[in-house]
């Protein structure tokens, strides 16, 4: 019974090319996000929807554009990759637009090559 | 100077010692503080959640917040092996579409 799941776990890539990571959430919670956490452990959020509406948008390349298709799904496309993109990107939901508590999935360890 | 500060560590500590991790911030607009616990490898896992000044407790755990000084804390008594992880400090303002700050982690290790 996975609360927040990402797939894949894994992903290993060449520079320049394009990815998606996706995320679903089974708790019924009406906002998730989108972290990057780096190599030095410091976890940034990047998005964060409320009921399929962007509400928060941080300052990051628009090589990454965010979707959601539903409230129970949050997608992430990343254009062009960087060796920089390298990190761990966690998704995350919450059961209110606050977001006082929220619930992380495992993390998706991208590596570009 | 970043909003929230905490020390990396590692800090090492024998098993059945209270350990004790910190983080001081600086936006005194800040309401809600959590800290989250990460083992190797795993997603952040929400430990303590408080509101506003005061003490919360929670089995082992106790968070303390002093908003006068801009300091939490987050105490482990009778540390075990399994508590060894990074546990990270996280804060956010009152506002709806605030996001939460988190610290850089602490990296904990407790030795049988």
């Known amino acids: 019974d996975t609360a927040v799941s990402q797939t894949p776990k894994y992903l290993v890539t060449q520079m320049g090319n394009d990815k998606s990571i996706k995320c679903e959430q089974n708790?019924?919670?009406?906002?998730m996000y989108w972290y990057k956490q780096d190599s030095k452990k410091f976890l940034k959020i990047m998005f964060s929807?409320?009921?399929?509406?962007?509400?928060i948008n941080e300052t990051v390349p628009n090589r990454f554009s965010p979707k959601s298709p539903d409230k129970a799904h949050l997608n992430l496309h990343i254009n062009s990759l960087e060796l920089g993109d390298s990190a761990v990107y966690f998704c995350a939901s919450s059961p209110s637009a606050t977001g006082d508590t929220q619930y992380f999935g495992p993390g998706t360890r991208l590596t570009v090559l | 100077q970043k909003e929230v500060e905490q020390d990396p560590g590692p800090l090492s500590v024998p098993e059945g010692a209270i350990v004790s991790l910190n983080c001081t911030y600086s936006n005194s607009a800040f309401q809600y503080f959590m800290w989250y616990r990460q083992y190797s490898r795993k997603g952040p896992e929400l430990l303590m959640y408080t509101y506003s000044s005061g003490n919360k407790e929670d089995g082992r755990f106790t968070a303390q917040v002093d908003k006068s000084s801009k300091y939490i804390s987050l105490f482990i008594r009778d540390s075990q092996p399994s508590d060894s992880a990074t546990y990270l400090c996280a804060m956010k303002s009152g506002s709806s579409a605030s996001k939460i700050i988190f610290g850089s982690g602490t990296r904990l290790s407790i030795r049988p």
């Open positions: 929807y409320n009921n399929k509406e962007l509400i």
């Open positions: 708790l019924g919670h009406d906002t």
